[in-house]
């Protein structure tokens, strides 16, 4: 891992964020997420850096197959007693994006909420990543915009971590058709860490190829 990714994004981090009696960005799943995943057929779906679980569990109760992996140990028994006071089972491995092995065609969904790394390792380890969604399989995330620096709505204080949507696209929609890509200003309120008004990239793609 680089010496930026350990600073802001280790493990120990966020172990302490995730170790309090509450859910760090409450138990509901991202709206965006719910909102487009709800229209889908349930599978095998992937939820990278899901934190305490909150997306992950929501899909499991659909139906989904779902499967997370994030950096934290913390977050992991959030996510189990959140599977089980809703009577799903979520597989949760504790992993990195940088060296986790992903294998080719997967899963049929990919979905995030606020999975910022630095630019270095999105433009290497995000189309690596995306390479394990199958043909016709969905990728949707939400990302706090470039213009998000001026806000205090949540999101990370380093430009370097925020989203530029052109940017993002030209790394990432090679081989996919956009179902959905744009800036959008929305109101947050998942939790005292993301509310309030908001700038983000939202996107939806689908995987030709």
Known sequence: ?????NVKFGADAW?????GD??????????WLEERISSLTSAKALFP??????NAVWAATKGWEAHVFDLSVEGQKKCMKLADEN?????????DLETRDFKQQEYDLIACSWFHVPWSIFTTHYPRM?????????FITEGYHTSQIEMNSGGPSSLELLWDLDEVMQVIGDGFEIIHAAVESTIL?????HRGKANVVRIHLVKLN
């Open 1 to 5: 891992m680089s010496e930026l990714s």
């Open 49 to 54: 850096a899901d934190g305490e679980g909150r």
């Open 87 to 95: 009577s799903v089972t979520v597989t949760y491995d504790v992993d």
């Open 22 to 31: 509450g859910w760090a960005y409450g138990r509901e799943p991202n709206r």
């Open 189 to 193: 309120d998942e939790s005292d860490l």
């Open 130 to 138: 995306l390479n394990s969604l199958k043909v016709g399989g969905h």
């Open 15 to 19: 172990d302490a964020r995730f170790s």
